[in-house]
């Protein structure tokens, strides 16, 4: 239905054709052939896993598979599974992967199952799965460089522009199609005698890094060169980006900024107390939600605004898929179809907590007229997907590259020489990164 720079790609372009074909051909497959046996599925707590888990019942009704979930908080998921998967006997059979962080470990590792003959086996998959269905650069990232389909495509999600339709009518202000329209909205929206700022967002070490890396594409830059050996961190570009970040976090922004992670960010949006919030159109459920929001019908969504060189989405790939040492890899891989399914596709995207790497939920006119979310929520995500980039560094320590990056954004929040930061963290972490090129 539309073409898109970073997210669709025509089935032509997959790299298993064969699989297709052989998926789509007629098969013995019975959905109810682990009647009885549990599935172990281990998630962090986001609106995604929680419109899983309000489905669940429709999935073991279908298979007769019970399924066990534990939800934890991202930042303690994350280690978890990495600790977990290094023993070598993880005590889940699916697990969500956010491969924009984890790709290189997942790698590494040897983590996962290979799910390539489970999608060409057509007594193990539904023969409506449609694997063609999947988008080719969200399959791209879904396997390693041995070939190895390491995860299925769960969600490509990217950053948009919230905003508060009643404070802008207030100040006759029009949403910002450009940085500098931004700031000077952000600054004449700001007025702390009524507890009301002109802008949100993370300034927290790490999760702040997301946000800064979004403001950089705004100059047609990443973190790190095309072939991930060199950072950029320093340049005259990523200083200036860091300047703008700065003054619009420091002029514009709630006391404590430099302690929020989106969902502190979130709230205060949501509280009517920010007029701006640049963020994950995956968090945007709430905002929609009258008994959580109180901005409900006066909430926009718009692309995120140009910098001098281009406007770009940043773009975050997730992943499910089945851990080697799984014990139960039957039910793993029914419950892993049945979640990156067509159906379950759709409505993460009628739900508003997903813009899916799939391209049928796109053509579905019935999902925007059921959803709680307004059409301008589903403009934007299309024309987000049009323009989203990946802006995270594809590095094994991709981690420790926030954390480090991230304290020095924290500190120009706070008030630091922004060249002299970048500068610092810059060198702090070439070592890091030239120990991972030796390795």
Do not use: C
């Not at 669940?56 to 998967?85: C, N, Y």
């Not at 004449?188 to 950089?216: E, H, M, Q, S, W």
């Not at 089945?322 to 596709?345: D, E, F, R, S, V």
């Amino acid at each position: 239905m539309i073409r898109r720079r970073f997210l669709l790609g025509s089935a032509a372009a997959l790299a298993a054709p064969a699989l297709v074909a052989r998926v789509g051909a007629q098969s013995a497959f019975d959905w109810t052939r682990f009647k009885g046996q549990t599935v172990e599925v281990n998630v962090p707590k986001m609106p995604r896993s929680d419109v899983l888990q309000s489905h669940h019942k429709e999935f073991e009704q279908l298979t007769g598979i019970h399924v066990s979930l534990d939800q934890i908080p991202e930042q303690q998921q994350r280690p978890k599974v990495a600790l977990e998967m290094s023993s070598g006997k993880p005590s889940f059979d699916v697990v969500y992967l956010a491969m924009h962080v984890q790709k290189r470990m997942v790698e590494k590792g040897r983590w996962m199952e290979d799910l390539r003959p489970l999608v060409a086996d057509p007594t193990r998959t539904a023969p409506d799965f449609d694997f063609a269905d999947f988008s080719a650069a969200g399959l791209k990232v879904a396997t390693g460089a041995d070939g190895k389909l390491n995860v299925l495509p769960m969600n490509q999600d990217q950053f948009i522009l919230y905003w508060n339709k009643e404070l802008f009518a207030e100040k006759g202000l029009e949403v910002p199609r450009t940085l500098d329209a931004m700031l000077a909205a952000a600054r004449k929206l700001t007025d702390p005698a009524k507890g009301v700022y002109g802008f949100v967002g993370r300034g927290l070490k790490n999760a702040n890094v997301p946000v800064y890396d979004n403001i950089l594409l705004g100059w047609d830059q990443e973190t790190i060169t095309a072939d991930g050996r060199k950072l950029l961190t320093d340049t005259p570009a990523a200083i200036e980006a860091g300047k703008f970040f700065q003054t619009l976090m420091r002029e514009t922004a709630p006391p404590g900024v430099v302690g929020f992670n989106w969902n502190e960010a979130q709230t205060t949006f949501m509280q009517g107390r920010a007029a701006m919030w640049w963020d994950s159109i995956g968090l945007s459920a709430p905002l929609v939600d009258p008994t959580k929001s109180r901005i409900t019908g006066k909430l926009g969504f718009s692309p995120v605004p140009a910098g001098p060189k281009g406007a770009w989405s940043a773009s975050f790939l997730e992943g499910m898929g089945i851990p080697a040492g799984a014990k139960n890899k039957g039910p793993a891989w029914y419950y892993l179809q049945w979640a990156t399914g067509k159906a379950m596709m759709s409505e993460m995207f009628r739900a508003g907590v997903s813009t899916p790497p799939r391209s049928s939920p796109y053509q579905n006119a019935d999902i925007v007229k059921g959803s709680m979310f307004p059409p301008e929520w589903f403009t934007t995500s299309v024309a987000s997907l049009k323009i989203a980039r990946s802006s995270l560094p594809e590095i094994l320590a991709v981690t420790e590259f926030r954390d480090t990056l991230g304290i020095a954004l924290s500190n120009i929040i706070g008030g630091a020489d922004v060249a002299k930061e970048l500068q610092a963290a810059t060198a702090a972490f070439a070592p890091v990164l030239a120990k991972e090129l030796e390795a």
